[in-house]
């Protein structure tokens, strides 16, 4: 009974996962509960590995408490005693003090939560690169389908949330739950990570904090590699997406820094597994390098990065390579093209 009082509880607070993609948890923890298999196992993703996010990073080092009473509660609603705690080890070196009690406390009443370090990186906290890990296996991808959840650790299904969801299922349970969500703000007058309502747009998320700019300019909202580039004109009506960040730019930015900071990234951080990305990821930077000696971007080569990008999208087999798309294809349209380039900074 108090498993379905839970599950009706998320199911009424209409709570989504909070690692990006959003997905309706009661939808997901029906799915995996009703799986045939004798065993299960909770994983928590810590991995956190988007630039300029820090939400999780701020949960654990405030409300740790809560994120393990999450993950306690999803275990006894699987009726399992084995979780995995997958964690970025930059966090553990930073929060060790506080994690460590916790681990002992759980161990105590019979709750073995098994501690995973991994490398900080983006691809390290995709559903499959992160359960590889755990296994023992190299950080990468796993072909889908079917479901990384259900393939799971070594063939057991597993329940795979979010630090941030499983301190939203505490506050849940304690019926104090507000549907608000962590926001990251960077480069703002009053930047940091704050509690806002989850229906909350863009520019009043800027507003409510003390971070809306005094000059003109543009964010990229959802994460500072994969996020969507916006123009201040369309915030009203943008809402919190993604790993809910927002980072702010003047809008005479310099358009090959921005670039190569997107290029950059994506190409240091392909694990190489498939080549669209491993080789288009490349490609992408190879071109804004040369850009960037030759002090010139036209139209001819913003139409040659987008076309990479693009095919990238459609055959990469995992997000990080899906997603280079969406800060050039975004930037270029929503900023690039409004810019007077007679009087902007390459």
């Keep these: 009974m108090a498993e379905l009082n839970l599950l009706s509880q998320i199911a009424q607070a209409k709570l989504l996962g909070r690692g990006g993609a959003a997905f309706p948890v009661a ?11 004798p065993k299960k196992y909770v994983v928590c993703n810590g991995s956190e ?28 609603f ?7 705690f997958y964690l970025n080890a930059d966090y553990y070196q930073q929060l060790q003090a506080g994690l460590d009690p916790l681990f002992k406390q759980a161990a105590a009443a019979a709750y073995q939560i098994n501690l995973v370090l991994g490398k900080p990186s983006y691809i390290g906290g995709e559903a499959g690169a992160l359960l590889n890990t755990i296994e023992g296996k190299p950080t990468q991808p796993r072909i889908k389908p079917p479901s990384p959840s259900i393939t799971g650790i ?22 104090t739950y507000q549907n608000q969500r ?3 703000i960077n480069q703002g007058q009053n930047e940091g990570v704050f509690a806002l309502n989850r229906d909350v747009n863009v520019e009043q998320a800027l507003k409510d904090t003390g ?12 994460g500072g590699a994969s996020g969507v580039v916006l123009h201040q004109e369309q915030l009203a009506e943008a809402p919190l997406t993604g790993c809910a960040s927002i980072t ?24 190489g597994k498939c080549a669209p990305c491993r080789e288009g990821s490349k490609q992408v930077k190879k ?19 987008l076309a990479i990008a693009g095919s990238m999208e459609k055959s990469s087999i995992c997000g990080l390579g899906q997603a280079l798309i969406v800060p050039l294809k975004t930037y270029y349209q929503n900023v690039y093209l409004k810019l007077d380039k007679s009087n902007q900074a390459l």
Excluded at 27 to 37: G, S, T, V
Excluded at 165 to 173: C, H, N, P, R, S
Excluded at 251 to 264: E, G, R
């Design 248 to 271: 702010i730019y003047p809008i005479n930015s310099a358009v090959l820094d921005m670039l190569s900071l997107w290029s950059n990234f994506f190409a240091a951080e392909s694990c």
């Design 78 to 84: 699987l009726g399992t005693k084995e979780a995995f």
């Design 287 to 305: 071109l804004i390098d040369q850009a960037i000696i030759e002090q010139k971007i036209d139209e001819t080569l913003w139409q040659k990065i």
């Design 211 to 222: 971070n809306y700019p005094d000059f003109a300019f543009f964010v990229q909202v959802g």
């Design 27 to 37: 939808k997901k923890w029906h799915r995996i509960k009703e799986h045939p298999a």
């Design 49 to 76: 590995g988007e630039p300029d996010v820090k939400k999780d990073w701020h949960i654990l080092l405030n409300y740790p408490d809560r994120v393990f009473q999450g993950i306690i509660l999803a275990m006894n």
């Design 154 to 175: 070594n063939g057991v299904p597993v329940l795979l949330q979010n630090v941030e969801t499983f301190y939203d299922i505490a506050l849940v349970y304690a019926g």
């Design 182 to 184: 962590f926001v990251t």
